[in-house]
């Protein structure tokens, strides 16, 4: 589907009753893609915890409504919800990161005419930042989700993305929402592994192939002890 036409996915996702032996969380992330930045890392888009042998169940949804954002960070390196200054940006068109004189960060608006076919940021302050690109859903125009960052981007550069919406689904409880996935995404630690393990995708799809609406079930095989996602009808 054309990132030009306007579309919403909602992603829902079950758990049936009596599935898991212990509590068991799952995270969502957006895959970096499109880009020719070296340092680009994808940012923690949902997280959920699905109780010991309890039905449960948790939403998404996501509207290509694209925001390039200047992100506020806290010291565990997640991006505080609410604090970020962002601006809509649409392919073939670019938005800039200027600096006023009380050091406040803004983007210029409206975007003119970029690289074909992609969105495109330019650093225009003095020193190198950091830029996310995210999304915002049409009833809500206060806060953005933060999908992709783009790190250390040096004065005066400019950074083109031609964004495809790819998502991937792991299961670890390591994570808060927002958080910038640097490093191989791992399990929490524990007395045997102090460090966490790296944990594999049980996942991904590329949220503009989806319908409108996708029910998803998270499983566990009994034998494997392997987790899956998996489509089922929708009623």
Not at 190 to 206: F, H, K, L
Request: proline residues 6%; negative net charge.
């Amino acid at each position: 589907m054309s990132s030009r036409v306007k579309y919403t996915r909602t992603i829902e996702i079950v758990v049936r009753r009596g599935e898991f032996a212990d509590n068991t969380a799952l995270m969502l992330a957006f895959k970096p893609n499109g880009s020719a930045h070296e340092a680009q890392y994808p940012i923690c888009w949902k997280t959920a915890e699905f109780s010991a042998k309890e039905p449960g169940s948790t939403q998404v949804v996501y509207e290509n409504q694209l925001v390039f954002g200047y992100p506020e960070m806290n010291k565990e390196g997640t991006v505080v919800e609410g604090l970020t200054t962002w601006s809509k940006i649409d392919p073939d068109y670019k938005t800039s990161l200027t600096q006023k004189d009380d050091h406040v960060r803004v983007f210029t608006e409206p975007p003119v005419k970029g690289q074909t076919d992609a969105v495109s940021v330019e650093n225009m302050t003095d020193d190198h930042h950091d830029i996310t690109l995210g999304f915002i859903l049409e009833g809500d125009q206060q806060l953005s989700t933060p999908m992709v960052m783009f790190d250390n981007i040096d004065a005066g550069a400019t950074v083109a993305v031609e964004f495809v919406p790819k998502v991937s689904a792991y299961v670890t409880s390591r994570y808060r929402q927002g958080a910038v996935l640097k490093d191989p995404i791992k399990t929490l630690a524990d007395s045997e592994n102090p460090d966490g393990v790296e944990t594999p995708e049980i996942w991904s799809a590329n949220l503009a192939d989806l319908k409108e609406h996708t029910l998803l079930m998270f499983t566990k095989n009994p034998v494997s002890g392997v987790y899956s996602l998996k489509r089922a009808m929708l009623f």
